[in-house]
C-alpha cells in the first residue's frame, strides 16, 4: 500500500474547510495535521512508553457542559478533525480514542447523555459515519439523586495504517426530566488519541533474516542427509 504524503495530507484537509486552521506536529513516528479552530484549541501534550505506544491529547474545554430544570436540553461540541499519517521508516496500528471524563449531576428522576459522532477514513477510504454512547459510571448517590462521569475508550482498532483522517466530529451533550440535571467539563478531562508505532525493518534486515533461515534449513536438510 502506497504511503500518502504529509503534504498530500495537509491539501486534502485544507480543501475540506477554508475556514479551518490547521496546525502540524511531527512526533517521529507519525506526523498529525489538525484543526485548532474548535473549542478544543491546540494539543494539551502527547506522550511515547514502552512497546511502541504514543499519542497525542486534548483539554475538553468549559464549553462541554450542559443544564436542564426538566425540558430536553442539548449541546453539540465540535471536536478537532485531524490526519495521522505515518512518517517514513515507520507502520502505524492499534489506533484508540478515550474520552473523559466529564461528571454529570441527576436529580429527580433526570438523566443525562453523551454521543459521540465521527467520520473515519482509513489510508484514502471512503469515509465511514460513527456514532456511539459515551459510557457513564455512578459514583455516588441516594434517594432521587446520582452523581457520576461519563468516560470511554473507543478501540483499539489492530490492523496497521499509512493514514488515518478523522472529521466532522462532534459530541452532543444532552439532559432533560425531573428536577434538576447537568453535564460539565473538569479541566482534567481530555480527549485522546492512543497507537502503536513501530519502525519498518530495513531491507538488510530481511536479507539477513533470509540467509537465517536458508542456513538453518541447510542444517537441517544435512542432518536429515546423515541420518
Known sequence: MQLKSVSAAVALLIAAGAASAWTTDDFTSHTVVYDETTSFGF????????????????????AAQVASFGPLESVTIALPSFTITANAGWTLSGISAFLGNLSFTQVGGATTQIKINADLSVDGSAAVSLQDDVNWATTSGGTGYSTGYFGETFGPIPAGFSTLSVTNASIVLSASGGVFSSIAAQPQNTLQINLVAAPVPEPE???????????????????????
Open 43 to 62: 494539543l494539551a501534550g502527547s506522550y511515547t512508553a514502552g512497546g511502541g505506544a504514543a499519542g497525542f491529547s486534548w483539554t475538553v474545554p468549559d
Open 205 to 227: 534486515t530481511y536479507a539477513m533474516m533470509l540467509a537465517g533461515l536458508a542456513a538453518l534449513g541447510w542444517m537441517a536438510s544435512r542432518r536429515n542427509y546423515r541420518a
